[in-house]
Nanobody, 126 residues
Framework: VQLQASGGGLVQPGGSLRLSCTTS????????IAWFRQAPGKEREGVSC????????SYAESVKGRFTISKDRDKNMVYLQMNNLKPEDTAVYYC????????????????????WGQGTLVTVSS
């Protein structure tokens, strides 16, 4: 099922953006929903993930305290609120899902996911 990510754009350092991810099916029916990002010349890295059995989202150290993942059941959306953006946050951001609730250590491993959105570009620059 195709995921759709949106909300990227150009923002100044210190600014905010909210990314959205949805699908034609029930996105909250997946066991794990995650956001990844890939900067030019770098490997894809996990940013944040939600796991069905866990009430606590996980975050990469580089975004803790600045990014928040959330879900809206009524709108069938998963969001990534990004505050206090830095130039090093510049990347293409992807949402991804896994049918099962992954263990925490696997949550940030892109090879665990086989369902990806098309990516949305976030550029942080003055």
């Amino acid at each position: 099922v195709q995921l759709q990510a949106s909300g990227g754009g150009l923002v100044q350092p210190g600014g905010s953006l909210r990314l959205s991810c949805t699908t034609s099916g029930n996105i909250l029916g997946y066991g794990t929903i995650a956001w990844f990002r890939q900067a030019p010349g770098k490997e894809r890295e996990g940013v944040s993930c939600l796991r069905r059995q866990s009430g606590t989202p996980s975050y990469a150290e580089s975004v803790k305290g600045r990014f928040t993942i959330s879900k809206d059941r009524d709108k069938n959306m998963v969001y990534l609120q990004m505050n206090n953006l830095k130039p090093e946050d510049t990347a293409v951001y992807y949402c991804a899902t896994h049918i099962s609730a992954l263990i925490l250590s696997a949550c940030s491993d892109p090879s665990m996911y086989d369902n990806w959105g098309q990516g949305t570009l976030v550029t942080v620059s003055s």
